[in-house]
């Protein structure tokens, strides 16, 4: 059954240091979303993503995030300088405008 | 602002036991409501609901959604230690791609 695979599965970082986070949706899907749940917290919105260019975002995805598909199979998530309240599991999903598939997740730690 | 309310927030049963989550939700511009299961990786979907009313099934699995009082149950019969996990609720809306996500609840089967 296809699905979505993200990498790394955990990553550890220095506040101040930029980080990339990979995923590859599922082949036919369209749509690309981000989300996070930081620990204790309810999962929470970043961004979508179709058509090569982003379609929504929310308050928390500013200046510092950034998303990019450079190929015809990545989406990435780009963290500029990361701080320690970015500590968090960080969901890519694919899908259609009505169903997500949520990936594994990467966890990101900021010391 | 949207909102998207679970409960119980925890839940410990016997195996064997029937159990019923609640998911209350506000949305502007309501599309659909879909169900989550949260184990130790990524969200697996489980259900999406609309306004039809129309109850969803799979297995031991059932939910529905009640439009006028804008909630929606999900049912898991004769519960297993499978079945443990953090249930999601999520509403979509037409005004756009994201899902808001209620807090979960955690579900413990013992045997």
């Known amino acids: 059954e296809p699905e979505v695979t993200q990498t790394p599965s955990h990553q550890v970082t220095q506040m101040g240091q930029e980080v990339i986070l990979r995923c590859v949706p599922i082949?036919?899907?369209?749509?690309f979303y981000w989300y996070r749940q930081i620990l204790g917290q309810k999962v929470e919105f970043l961004v979508s993503?179709?058509?090569?260019?982003?379609?929504?975002k929310s308050e928390i995805f500013d200046d510092q995030f950034s998303v990019e598909r450079p190929d015809g199979s990545n989406f990435t998530l780009k963290i500029r300088s990361t701080k320690l309240e970015d500590s968090a599991m960080y969901f890519c999903a694919s899908g259609s405008i009505n169903i997500q598939y949520f990936g594994a997740g990467t966890r990101l730690s900021v010391l | 602002e949207d909102k998207v309310v679970q409960s119980p927030l925890s839940l410990v049963v016997h195996e064997g036991d029937t159990v019923t989550l609640n998911c209350s939700y506000e949305v502007t511009n309501f599309r659909s409501l879909l169900w989550y299961k949260q184990e130790k990786k990524a969200p697996t979907f489980l259900f999406m609901l609309?306004?039809?009313?129309i109850e969803k099934k799979s297995g031991r699995l059932s939910s529905i959604l009640d439009k006028k009082e804008l909630f929606s149950i999900l049912n898991i019969t004769a519960t297993q230690t499978g079945d443990s996990a953090i249930y999601l609720c999520a509403s979509n809306s037409n005004s756009g791609y994201a899902l808001n996500f209620g807090k979960g609840t955690s579900l413990l089967v013992t045997p």
């Open positions: 082949s036919n899907h369209l749509y």
């Open positions: 993503f179709y058509n090569n260019e982003i379609s929504e």
């Open positions: 609309t306004s039809s009313g």
